[in-house]
């Protein structure tokens, strides 16, 4: 069977490193709030190329803390729109509804699955405050032209990096183009920890600090609370996990290249759209690679039979989901397209050639 995705060998490449690393954090005594974190959010302000990463829970705490410090910060108000791709995982949208926010769902772009500048033009109105641009499946998204475009309209820009850990726009990493940035380290992203974790990027100082109250209870100081905060902290075991993993991100993100080059340079039946080959291969971390299909579930359930695993990322947009039923008469074409034809095919950085080449094989011969 090849696995849509194998953590255990991802993570057995770092066992020793990491079991040390849990060993010296257990002997320490100290679990939060410590140096791991620290060392962490170091090395990952300066791998991004920013002055500040703050360390919390998860991917959605981090999009949802950094929409609700905007409004502590008098940035944002009840009722102010966000525009976000309707084509997005919903974390992304729940970030903007968990703050009392308008999310203003756009079309993406049919080549990308990005969010594109013409979508956002024709979206934004007296109510918009902020674009959420998702760079979708490891893809950055258009960053040197939103970001101009946000800064002659006076909006901010918070950037979904969820899959995209490594990605740049013009030699330039995602998660520092933006106002603020929020990053997901749940297990299978391209860098991963042994469990939910995130982090939030920015080179704005007041914001930075405004964070690192609200993710502890809002409180700068013990027993003192200026906000009405939360829990949302990233431990010293997941941490110190990250850190190590972290130096060897960009080769595992090659690998992830010299696999979707394999993929797009092989793969030729007719009956599959392969994803677009950026032209700049460091627009892309392939955290996914999503082909699609008229025939989706035939697709699949002939790979399954040929022992190839392989996911739906997603089945069903979020203005069909239930959780937001208020807006489920709302049609955009292209992201329902999308929805109902896109599959994901393994791509790890431990998959062999001859893994890639039983899916190319496999893939190939299908309805032929």
Known sequence: MVNFLDLKAINSNHRSEIIEAITRVVDSGWYIMGKELSDFENAFASYCGVRHCIGVANGLDALVLVLRAWKEMGLLNDGDEVIVPSNTYIASILAISENNLIPILVEPDPTTFNISLKNIK????????????????????????????????????????????????????????????????????????????????????????????????????????????????????????????????????????????????????????????????????????????????????????NNIQTLVHYPIPPHHQKAYCEIKDLVFPVSELLHREVLSLPIDPTMTDKSVNFVIDILNRWGR
């Open 122 to 305: 024709k979206s934004v109105g007296s109510k918009t405050k902020a674009i959420l641009p998702v760079h979708l499946y490891g893809a950055a998204c258009e960053m040197d032209n939103i970001m101009s475009f946000a800064k002659d309209n006076n909006l901010l820009v918070l950037e979904d990096c969820a899959q995209a850990h490594g990605s740049m726009v013009q030699g330039k990493k995602v998660g520092s183009w933006g106002d603020a940035a929020g990053f997901s380290f749940y297990p299978g992203k391209n860098l991963g920890a042994l469990g939910d974790a995130g982090a939030i990027t920015t080179n704005n100082d007041e914001l930075a600090e405004v964070l690192l109250a609200l993710r502890n209870y809002g409180s700068h100081k013990k027993y003192e609370n200026k906000y009405k905060g939360t829990n949302s902290r990233l431990d010293e075991l997941q941490a110190a996990i990250l850190k190590i993993k972290l130096n060897s991100l960009d080769e595992d993100n090659k690998k992830r290249r010299e696999i979707a080059l394999k993929y797009l340079h092989n793969i030729s039946n007719e009956n599959v759209i392969l994803p677009t080959l950026p032209s700049d291969e460091s627009n892309h971390v392939w955290h996914l690679f999503v082909i699609r299909s008229h025939a989706r579930e035939e697709l699949q359930t002939y790979l399954l039979e």
